[in-house]
């Protein structure tokens, strides 16, 4: 089962870009790596997936090394709105969400 | 239409009750989930369909009793749960092999 480990708390300031790591033990080959977002009371939002290399949005950067044991989430120029919980549950058949990584974006 | 739309919001019921929690989606997504989420932890997988059939069960008790009646609808029946259900119950849905969720705003049980 795709297990994955993040800080449990983050720091930042609103303009600053904020990467936030994931470790991904026993990741599977088929198994794609995706990142939410989750505001309190709301469900959990997408941001991004991939596979491997980088994938960019409109949104967030995704950096996954060859070995794809890792990944990191690349928050460019954070504003207070992004203060929230974000996870990096990893894809097989089924989306396990570990415990997440509180940001705190101050001004 | 983008949503995924859960009723009741907010439901508060007894022991001995029974209730149903709603979920509904117009995307004509083939995959509905239910996640179960209690306070500052993360979201924990309950049920997936797959084509209206439960295709995974993450060994849940069977006093949660899911239902797909169709592509677009998933409801979760409750009997006699404890008051350790008491959670966020989270609806979502995806296009078949994609890990693009969509979740619902969630409702919010409480059990006396």
């Known amino acids: 089962l795709a297990k994955t480990t993040q800080p449990i708390s983050m720091d930042s300031y609103e303009g600053q870009e904020v990467n936030i790591t994931c470790s991904h033990n026993?990741?599977?080959?088929?198994?794609?790596i995706t990142w939410y977002q989750q505001f309190p009371s709301q469900g959990p939002r997408f941001i991004i997936q991939?596979?491997?290399t980088k994938v960019t949005n409109e949104v967030a950067s995704l950096f996954i090394p060859a070995d794809r044991k890792s990944s990191t989430l690349s928050l460019p120029r954070v504003s207070l709105s992004d203060t929230a919980v974000y996870y990096c549950?990893?894809?097989?058949?089924?989306?396990?969400f570990g415990a997440g990584t509180r940001l705190a974006v101050h001004p | 239409d983008t949503e995924v739309t859960q009723t009741p919001k907010h439901l508060v019921m007894g022991m001995t009750n029974k209730k149903s929690l709603k979920c509904e989606q117009h995307?004509?997504?083939?995959?509905m989930y239910w996640y179960k989420q209690k306070a500052k932890k993360p979201p924990e997988l309950m049920f997936v369909y797959s084509y209206e059939k439960l295709s995974i069960n993450e060994s849940v008790p069977s006093r949660f009793s899911p239902e797909c009646p169709n592509s677009s609808l998933l409801n979760l029946h409750l009997h006699a749960l404890q008051p350790e259900d008491s959670a966020l119950y989270l609806c979502?849905?995806?296009?078949?092999?994609?890990?693009?969720?969509?979740f619902g705003e969630g409702s919010r049980l409480t059990v006396l």
């Open positions: 991939g596979y491997k």
């Open positions: 995307m004509g997504h083939r995959a």
């Open positions: 026993n990741i599977a080959t088929n198994d794609y």
């Open positions: 979502a849905s995806s296009p078949l092999n994609t890990g693009e969720l969509f």
């Open positions: 549950p990893a894809l097989g058949n089924k989306l396990i």
